[in-house]
């Protein structure tokens, strides 16, 4: 019989872990719904979906007989010259829920990849027009993933810090906090007044990694009217935000100005398997559109456009559109909401924030709220110890469930909290 956890502990890294002095990883041999299965007989509630990607709960019956018969039928084919059933229903089926001024699918594989899709597109889409306009501007804090592009519009700290001397230059505006919106505005439209600004990139409206910080859809319109009008590009990071996380299906759609480019990832399957799109409006399109070969995208990866994520993101696009899952949504929003309402007070509580299914508690601290803040160990140790899966963003406890999280789930994963809360 293999022992697994030897074999794991010999063969494998894992992200965000270092390799001296960290718990053995928990072994999970089966998951379904809202919970997670160890071969010990542990039942453990999955409440931060899996890093966020699952949507419709583990093993989903749908999605994996969608898996299932596509399977027998077509595994993957190259997506350059070649084309297939499944991307073309999902194309369709995400152009009718994206931004009305959303137009073409550009398929990739993860989140990190359709950022940096998204860069490149804007990047280029200036070089074709013969424009020198290659300043980027983000926000300060922002997390898009991994890979080079998307560590540059990052926020600069633990995570880049080997890599600093490699990232390409990117203006940063502040953070808006409450209060600072006006300043941060305004230094926004000196960056835009540059002739060489020519790319403005955001999560909208919840900046995840950096603790689920909130700001309002209002500024957010702010700034992209800003940016339109000196024919910046704006860039959605709706990796984490898209497909009912905030409320709506896409953050973007809370306010009125929409992005020209958009990058999709994570619960697009609904956690069942890797798959990154950009998206971009007919704006976007036209520098690419000439018979100049020299002009091409010439951007792609082997697993472009694979059959069986098509069709399990397919299956997740019909799970998500249906009215049961608008109700899950709802029904998560106002059990939030309720819950905040209930411990808002705490005085170990610095803020507590929701949003859609989002619910962030962040905890008051005297070694601040960075993502090494040492209380994540005893938060995380205390939660996994009582099987509730929640790993902090440093001393911010999040909560982002499923949308088929049951009540007694939910309610027993709130009550886990408020005994944390007790405790410390």
Sequence with gaps: MIDFQAEDKKNIWHPFTPLIGAPDPILVERAEAEYLYTPSGRKIIDAVSSWWVNLHGHSNAVIAAAIAKQATTLEHVIFAGFTHPPAIELSKNLLSILPSNQKKIFFSDNGSTAVEVAIKMALQYWYNLRHRKINIIAIDGAYHGDTFGSMSVGERGMFTAPFQSRLFDVHFIPYPTKGTEA??????????????????????????????????????????????????????????????????????????????????????????????????????????????????????????????????????????????????????????????????????????????????????????????????????????????????????????????????????????????????
Excluded at 245 to 257: D, I, P, V
Excluded at 369 to 393: C, T
């Design 183 to 424: 300043a941060v505005l305004k230094q926004f439209k000196k960056l835009i007044d540059d002739s060489a600004a020519g790319i403005f990139i955001y999560e909208p409206l919840v900046q995840g990694a950096a603790g689920m910080r909130m700001y309002s859809s209002e500024l957010l319109d702010e700034l992209i009217k800003e940016a339109k009008a000196r024919k910046v590009i704006c860039i959605a990071d709706e990796v984490f935000t898209g497909f009912g996380r905030t409320g709506k299906l896409f953050a973007s759609l809370h306010g009125s100005q929409l992005p020209d480019i958009m990058a999709v990832s994570k619960g697009i399957t609904g956690g069942a398997m890797p798959l990154g799109v950009t998206s971009c409006s007919e704006e976007i399109l036209s520098p690419f559109e000439t018979d100049d070969f020299m002009k091409t995208f010439f951007h792609g990866h082997s697993y472009t456009a694979n059959p069986l994520a098509c069709a399990a993101a397919n299956a997740s696009f019909q799970l998500l559109t249906s009215e049961s899952c608008r109700q899950a949504i709802q029904f998560i929003t106002e059990s939030h909401e309720a819950f905040k309402a209930s411990v808002a007070t705490h005085p170990a509580i610095y803020e507590v924030r929701s949003l859609g299914t989002i619910l962030a508690i962040e905890l008051k601290s005297v070694d601040g709220s960075s993502y090494a803040n040492p209380i994540r160990k005893k938060i995380y140790d205390f939660f996994i110890e009582r099987d509730v899966l929640l790993r902090p963003l440093g001393n911010t406890i999040y909560v982002l469930p499923p949308y088929v999280m049951s009540k007694q789930a939910l309610d027993r994963t709130y009550d886990v909290i408020r005994e944390f809360l007790s405790a410390i």
